[in-house]
């Protein structure tokens, strides 16, 4: 299951809500109604400020899902699955199905995001320029000028630079950053070789994660950093960003690896068909009893008339109150096959790895066309594939 709260569907694309939005959200409108609109604008009464502050907000991961969506809309038209996208607190994420076809769609589907929140910035700007008085701008008393501003042009002023600063942060050249990708892309047109291009953009992309993270600590110390200033609030959030790009530029190398590494492998050989199935109208006492307790097995595909009817996992046994489990059915508390992800024995084994990646699972049932039950893919199968056939490490 795909985490985070869905809140739509855009030009057939589903738009996601991560949990952890919730913190950057506050600590925006905290920013905006406790600082910035009370020192541009003393007058405001409360309503205004909040209200103004709560607009800004909401319109910021609006600036953000349009920088996503650029990335999302270009890649389609490359060829490539971009089934959702997901705001979390360090922005956003297109999820892709599969990497670029070459490193032209590499580039313009890279570039695109970029470019789209400088176009969105500059956008702002002309909106507050064409809002504001002519006859209220007075460049000797920028403090008049400001709290002159209504609450449109007040957010338009902020939402300008803000957007013209995510666009030129993107274009720094460390993966999986934009201009990290746009650096693959080059490097993969200049060397023919995705995998190496990958690598020397990871690593430059942990070079600029640790500069970040130094910077960030130096300012908690007190140090003055040009353009970033001091402070411990500053510091501690440019060291979580600097943190959070280098386990991104790790995270994101060990998939492209993985999918190198088994797109040519075939699924039956990872799969597991020493497994156990169960009915479907067993009580999950008698689950226990009979499967559970007498072997490793943690999952178990449930089997109605040949067809696979959903999984039980340990977790699920687990939730279930020990009073309920001699008189709750497998089918009561079991995961359906609609809500499950599952593979194909004629896929490559590569799917596997990035579903249970994408979707932070542990087994995949392998399914046939007819809906019958063939094995069972698990995490371990996969890591102990690459562990003995390949000479990197994965973790």
Known sequence: MTSGLRVGRLAGIDIYLDWSLAIIFFLIMAALGLGLLPTWHPDWGPATVWGTALAAAVLFFVSILVHEMSHALVGRAYGMTVPRITLFVFGGMAHLEDEPGDWKAEFW??????????????????????????????????????????????????????????????????????????LRAALWGLTGRMEAATRHATRMGQLVAWLLIGTGFAMILGVQVPFFGTGAVGGLWLALIGWFLNNAARGSYTQVLVRSRLADVAMRRLMSTHFTAVAPDITVAELIDRHLLHGDQRAFPVVEDGRLAGLITLTDVRRLPRERRADTRVRDVMMPTDRLVTVRADEPASEAAIRLSERGINQLPVVSAAGGIEGLVRREDVLKWLALYNDESFE
């Open 109 to 182: 589907m890279a570039i695109a995001g970029p470019v789209t929140s400088i176009l969105l910035g500059l956008l702002f700007a002309v909106l507050a320029n064409l809002t504001v008085d002519p006859a209220l701008i007075d460049p000797s008393a920028p403090r008049e000028t400001l709290a002159a501003l209504g609450p449109f042009a007040t957010i338009c002023m902020w939402l300008a630079p803000v957007n013209l600063v995510l666009g030129l942060f993107n274009l720094v050249p460390g993966f999986p950053l934009d201009g990290g990708r746009v």
